[in-house]
């Protein structure tokens, strides 16, 4: 399905679409840029897909895979007659991951050395000019020596300041530091004991080899989980557009409604400085209300603020649950001076705004003056989901991951879906580049998936037919989608799985105790924290397992309340943890 606004920018090859039952080759790519910007698709598709990028000064483009096979973990392209497409691609870098599931995701140069990440080591090459590949031994830089086990937000992205200092993100290992872990109404540990090896950003040095956390310096904390971050070299600090807490509703259904829940917390776009706390987990920013507040874990009711006047606020919060992965500022010359010094924030798009469609599959824009933001955020990069509205984060065709500029100013952005990348230039006149020209993006903000959802007309959950259906718009396709597709690597699918439409009781009892961990379905590796849901009543799990068991593809037997009945009460008098629904 295209766009409603590629339907009335191009109705011509809509109806090409419809006649031949194939997708028209788009302009740009098919990506919606700012008047006089151009995109021209470098490599259509890396099997492998990209996260970040980084070009060197003899104009190659290096990619971090997502995944290290036993030939390669970076991808190397170049273009060689200067139309903006790959002619050489070569691949290298080879390493084992500690985890089935990889979240290798830094790629930065510097200094001479291309830097890159797993999800829990920085590794170096030195660069060779003149060769796409280098010649020496990969070199371990830091790595993250914890016991990880479950461990959710373990990305290492990477920045540098003027001073020979590398900066690295360790994330925090839980929501809000809950215990028990994720468990509906559970209160957060307070001090949270998390926060001494994570939570925050280490400062170490760029050129000493062989380093672990204890080899840095705690240089900021209050930080959940960061993928995009990036040094800003005109006010030299560090900034970072953090991933904000998740599971509002889920976790605390008495304080949160299902609104609530899509919209908040903010993803925060901060600046880190020496010493900056910004309050995870005791507090998370509302953009809606412009301030911070006390999370539930810790008697907050989404209003009040507490301890959290006490902690940094953020320079912008964009909506909740973009999913910010990566940041990179603008230093080049070719794109209008309005966008010199600014940041470009690539959202990777949410998975967990059930029931109100998806949002935030964009490249967005931060004008920046004397080192502050100038100006509101703009839509600078859209169109890469390919539909609208997004009901279920499969539909996104495409999702943008990585940004990366060259020496001359072109820009390019990398794709997480397929692996493909693009290279945006500008052709227009620079003096002459001003809100005319950024009209049509600015109306993006109020058309499209990117808008605030209204209340009611974007419920989703208005479509429900079944009481079942009611209550897996509401608690379950935050996760597993509206269609049952899941998530890659974190959410697994309901479809062609026997842990749906096998044994009942086992399929009740993760309902009832939750799960986290590895799990393998159809091939693939997710590694995910499902929840407890003891809180729904012994009618409303039948309905919404019955409801599971007879659509998404399975064709299984209904599960009746006095099957969940029993089950609850066989996993009470072996844990007296689980509560007791009232008003059965």
């Known amino acids: 399905m295209m766009t409603k606004t590629y339907l009335r920018r191009f109705p011509i090859?809509?109806?090409?679409?419809?006649?031949?039952?194939?997708?028209?080759?788009?302009?740009n790519g098919g990506l919606l840029l700012p008047d006089n910007f151009n995109a021209v698709?470098?490599?259509?598709?890396?099997?492998?897909?990209?996260r970040h990028m980084a070009i060197s000064d003899d104009g190659v483009l290096y990619g971090k895979l997502r995944e290290s096979h036993d030939k390669a973990g970076i991808i190397a392209l170049k273009d060689n007659d200067g139309d903006g497409r790959a002619d050489d691609i070569e691949k290298f870098g080879a390493y084992r991951s500690k985890q089935k599931w990889s979240y290798?995701?830094?790629?930065?140069?510097?200094?001479?050395?291309?830097?890159?990440?797993?999800?829990?080591?920085?590794?170096?090459?030195k660069l060779k000019p003149g060769s796409m590949v280098p010649d020496g031994e990969m070199e371990v830089v830091v790595t993250d020596d914890h016991e990880h086990g479950k461990h959710e937000h373990i990305g290492k992205?990477?920045?540098?300041?003027?001073?020979g200092n590398l900066y690295v993100p360790f994330g925090a290992p839980s929501n809000a530091c809950q215990d028990p872990k994720r468990t509906p109404g559970a209160p957060g540990m307070d001090p949270c004991p998390q926060l001494e090896h994570h939570g925050g950003v280490w400062r170490f040095d760029a050129n000493t080899l062989g380093q672990t956390q204890k080899d840095g310096y705690k240089y900021a904390t209050g930080i959940r989980s960061v993928v995009a971050m990036d040094w800003n070299p005109v006010d030299e600090n560090l900034y970072i557009a953090m991933h904000g807490r998740d599971d509002l509703l889920r976790l605390f259904p008495d304080r949160f409604s299902p609104w609530e829940s899509a919209l908040l917390p903010s993803e925060e776009f901060i600046r880190v400085t020496e010493?900056?706390?910004?309050?995870?987990?005791?507090?998370?920013?509302?953009?809606?209300?412009?301030?911070?507040?006390l999370a539930p874990e810790y008697g907050g009711d989404g209003d009040i603020i507490g301890r959290c006047a006490e902690f940094d606020d953020p320079l912008i919060g964009f909506p909740g649950h973009?999913?910010?992965?990566?940041?990179?500022?603008?230093e080049g010359d070719q794109f209008p001076?309005?966008?010199?010094?600014?940041?470009?924030?690539?959202?990777?798009?949410?998975?967990?705004?059930?029931?109100?469609?998806?949002?935030?599959?964009?490249?967005?824009f931060v004008p920046f003056k004397d080192g502050n933001p100038s100006g509101d955020w703009e839509v600078f990069?859209?169109?890469?989901?390919?539909?609208?509205?997004?009901e279920s984060v499969k539909d996104a065709k495409l999702r943008p991951m990585g940004i990366a500029f060259d020496k001359d100013g072109a820009m390019y952005i990398s794709d997480s879906v397929k692996g493909r990348i693009w290279k945006i230039t500008f052709d227009g006149d620079k003096n002459n580049f001003g809100e005319a020209q950024l009209a049509q993006m600015e109306q993006r903000k109020l058309e499209t998936h990117v808008r605030t959802p209204d209340k009611v007309k974007d419920d989703l959950a208005q479509e429900a037919n079944s009481p079942g259906e009611v209550v897996y718009n509401t608690y379950c396709a935050n996760c597993h989608q509206k269609d049952g597709g899941g998530a890659t690597g974190r959410f697994p699918p309901l479809t062609n799985t026997d842990w749906v439409s096998g044994d009942k009781e086992r399929l009740i009892d993760i309902i009832l105790e939750g799960m986290e961990g590895e799990m393998q379905i159809n091939e693939e590796t997710y590694n995910g924290v499902m929840p407890q849901h003891s809180f729904l009543s012994d009618t409303e799990i039948a309905d919404v397992l019955t409801f599971i068991r007879a659509n998404f593809g399975n064709d299984a037997s209904a599960i009746k309340s006095d099957e969940v009945a029993s089950r609850r009460s066989d996993l009470e008098e072996k844990n007296t943890e689980i509560p007791v629904t009232v008003g059965e």
């Open 13 to 27: 090859l809509f109806v090409i679409f419809l006649l031949f039952g194939c997708s028209p080759e788009l302009p």
């Open 41 to 50: 698709i470098m490599v259509d598709e890396v099997k492998e897909r990209v």
């Open 104 to 125: 290798a995701t830094a790629m930065r140069i510097y200094n001479g050395y291309m830097y890159f990440s797993s999800e829990l080591v920085v590794y170096r090459y």
């Open 157 to 163: 992205p990477i920045a540098f300041d003027n001073k």
């Open 275 to 293: 010493g900056s706390d910004f309050g995870w987990p005791y507090c998370y920013y509302d953009q809606i209300k412009g301030k911070k507040v």
């Open 322 to 330: 973009w999913a910010p992965n990566d940041l990179v500022f603008y």
């Open 337 to 364: 001076e309005r966008y010199k010094h600014g940041a470009f924030i690539a959202f990777h798009g949410s998975t967990n705004r059930a029931p109100y469609p998806q949002s935030g599959y964009i490249v967005a």
């Open 381 to 390: 990069a859209d169109g890469f989901a390919g539909v609208d509205p997004i």
